[in-house]
């Protein structure tokens, strides 16, 4: 839930009353993380005299000290030092008001002030400021370094003798919104701090807009019913969905407050954690830039930019960039872009290799690439010939190897689309990289056009930047999507070698690559892509990854003689097992159901593939996160175990 940290312009200004409406209005917890001057009773004390409802609590102090002077002072006279790492913000899922001490710049150690603090528990700020001689310039010198420490300032509290003038000049310099105006000597009972938070309320909703309204719960989830219908869902048949209102790292809030661990990033796409403050940035900046130009005969920086940082980091062999919109679309381009290669280059072929039991999307042609089943039934008189052959999975290399060979000897093999490493939907069905590498070598060796769909894979999910990078030989195309914009939007990538790319140069115009969507290569989409590439590319995300996949690691081992565990599998952070059942590994198996609904239940978004329990989660997830996964997992095998 969203902090917020209540600071002055000096001391004695109001601070306190004016954290206590905060806390009122927001129906917030309240924390002074620093307290000097505990002789007459602390704030916290003061502030709970004040409160109404039943919903604040109060946290106790992380340092409290006796003498009423600069916390670094008092700190000094009882021979301690402030620590920031001694400070943590306390765990609440309501939202947090913290009471500063003095102003912004007050030390609270030899180097760290308020300021860092303010940093470090990633608060955003309520500015409090009085009217007295000196205070616009007092106030006005508060927000420019808030400004310059790039803190987000929801907004200035006036206390004292009313001064419009005063209040006019403050808000027009520095742009920041006034949130109330008080007298603080008159707040002295709980009647007149309910009167000021209602007010506040009344004045500021983007202060309210985090703060679910009591009711709302149903009343969304029942509108959706009415008008929304959900992907891969019964509507008859489903639970009303769930309404997410906010989400921040690796946790999801509903609109009654409720907190999910998001164990599988949101679909996969998420790797960074939801509303990423980078990306946040950098797309706001962009949004206000340009938001979106036709990429025919046009170009802009970030699709320029992220096309020459992808090509950076993508195996070799890839040289140009073409966007598109998602995953399937990626696929679409892939396809079409291998079949009319073989039309322009004359000799055509048209036969495409696939798995059995992948796949690569919902359109048409990424529907014929993928496994014919359930999903894909009523489609199948519409669907092109693929020839299918089985996984390679540990114990089946050679048969696959055989049915390749088969196929080459039998058709004009234009392609080879595969999930490298990991078959997301099929249920995270696993192979080795060294028979992949032999299937890429057969490819070289007959000038197949080998498409690697790393729609899944991409991005470190595997463990490297790249699933392909765990093989010798690499592909001619790569798809690209989820992972790409961090999980924050839509947009889809397909790369190609320059063999590709120049059976497309011509003199005749019917050699075109006749493809492209309204929103081709759009720029919020690429400034979110370019801004998760900097956090996907900082060392911080590598051990990151490498302390997932041990964490993992280690829970296998816990779990790895549980008599209903079965097929348990790593790559990466990608975490799956099969869960022992006598109806066998299907979407519909009754397991899945009863699975899922127990994680949601604990606050853990798990959406079982079948009987196949897997974990992929962001990377930003919390060591104290995966455990509790762990454990409900753990908990859940033993309900299952007890009722057998
Ligand atoms: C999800 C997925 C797709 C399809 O991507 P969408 O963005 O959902 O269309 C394609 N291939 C793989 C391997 C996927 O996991």
Redesign the pocket.
């Known amino acids: 839930m969203e902090r917020i940290f209540v600071t002055g312009i000096g001391t004695e200004i109001g601070k306190t009353v004016a954290a206590a409406i905060l806390t009122e209005a927001l129906q917030a917890d309240y924390w002074k993380p620093v307290q000097a001057g505990d002789v007459e009773g602390s704030d916290t004390e003061t502030v709970k005299q004040l409160i109404s409802n039943t919903v604040s609590r109060f946290h106790p102090e992380a340092y409290k000290l006796k003498a009423p002077l600069s916390p670094h002072d008092a700190a000094q006279r009882e021979h301690t030092q402030i620590e920031l790492k001694n400070i943590q913000a306390p765990k609440t899922e309501n939202p947090l008001i913290i009471e500063g001490a003095g102003g912004l710049m007050v030390p609270l150690n030899d180097t760290d002030l308020i300021l860092d603090l303010i940093h470090h528990l990633d608060a955003k700020v309520v500015l409090v400021s009085q009217n007295y001689l000196g205070s616009i310039n007092h106030t006005l010198m508060s927000c420019e370094i808030l400004k310059a420490r790039n803190i987000e300032v929801k907004g200035i509290i006036f206390n004292g003798d009313p001064y419009p003038q005063g209040e006019e000049i403050i808000l027009k310099h520095s742009g920041y919104k006034r949130l109330l105006h008080i007298q603080h000597e008159q707040v002295v009972d709980k009647t007149t701090v309910k009167r000021y938070a209602k007010e506040l309320l009344k004045n500021s909703a983007t202060l309210r807009s985090d703060v679910p309204s009591p009711g709302m719960v149903t009343d969304l989830a029942r509108k959706d019913k009415q008008f929304v219908w959900h992907p891969y869902t019964q509507m008859q048949t489903a639970d009303l969905a769930i309404p997410i209102v906010r989400g921040e790292k690796a946790m999801l809030y509903d609109d009654k407050g409720k907190r999910y661990i998001d164990a599988i990033s949101s679909w ?1 796409v998420n790797l960074h954690g939801h509303s990423h403050p980078h990306i946040a940035q950098r797309v706001s900046k962009q949004l206000s830039t340009l938001e979106h130009v036709i990429f025919a005969g046009f170009t802009h920086p970030p699709a320029v930019e992220l096309a020459s940082r992808l090509l950076d980091v993508l195996p070799d062999g890839q040289e140009k960039v073409f966007y598109s919109d ?3 679309t990626a ?1 679409e381009v892939a396809l079409k872009m291998a079949i009319q290669f073989w039309a322009n280059t004359g000799k055509p072929r048209n036969k495409i290799i696939a798995f059995k039991n992948s ?4 359109t048409f042609g ?1 529907m014929s690439v993928s496994e014919r089943g359930a999903f894909t039934q009523p489609f199948h008189p519409l669907l092109f010939e693929t020839v299918f052959i089985d996984t390679p999975v540990p114990g089946k290399e050679e048969e696959t190897l055989a049915q390749f060979q088969d196929a080459l000897d039998k058709h004009q093999i234009a392609a080879f689309i595969y ?1 490298p490493l990991v078959l ?2 099929a249920g995270m069905v696993m192979y080795e990289p060294e028979v992949l590498d032999k299937l890429l070598a057969i490819c070289l060796k007959n000038g197949i056009i080998a498409i690697a ?1 790393e ?2 894979t991409g991005f470190g999910r595997t463990g490297k930047h790249f699933a392909s990078d765990y093989c010798v030989h690499k592909p001619d195309v790569i ?1 690209l ?2 992972g790409l914009t961090g999980g924050t939007m ?1 947009m ?1 990538v397909t790369t190609c070698s320059s063999k590709i790319y120049d059976a497309f140069l011509s003199d005749d115009k019917k050699k075109t690559f006749f493809h492209g969507h309204s929103y081709t290569a759009n720029p919020l989409g690429c400034a979110a892509a370019l801004a998760s590439l900097d956090l996907v590319s900082s060392g911080e995300t590598q051990q990151r990854i490498e302390r997932i996949g041990e964490a993992h690691k280690t829970f296998m081992e816990e779990i790895r003689l549980h008599p209903l565990v079965a097929n348990l599998r790593l790559r990466g952070t990608i975490l799956a097992f099969e869960i022992s059942t006598d109806s066998g590994t299907s979407y519909f198996n009754s397991i899945r159901d009863r699975a899922y609904r127990f994680f949601i239940e604990k606050g853990i978004l798990i959406r079982p593939l079948g009987n196949v329990i897997y974990l992929l989660p962001p990377y930003c997830i919390e060591t104290e996160q995966l455990n509790t996964i762990y454990s409900e997992i753990k908990a859940f095998l033993n309900q299952l175990q007890s009722d057998a």
């Open positions: 996969w998602n995953g399937s696929v796949y690569h999307g919902d990424a999930e997301g939907t769909d729609v899944m798809c999507s989820k839509a889809g």
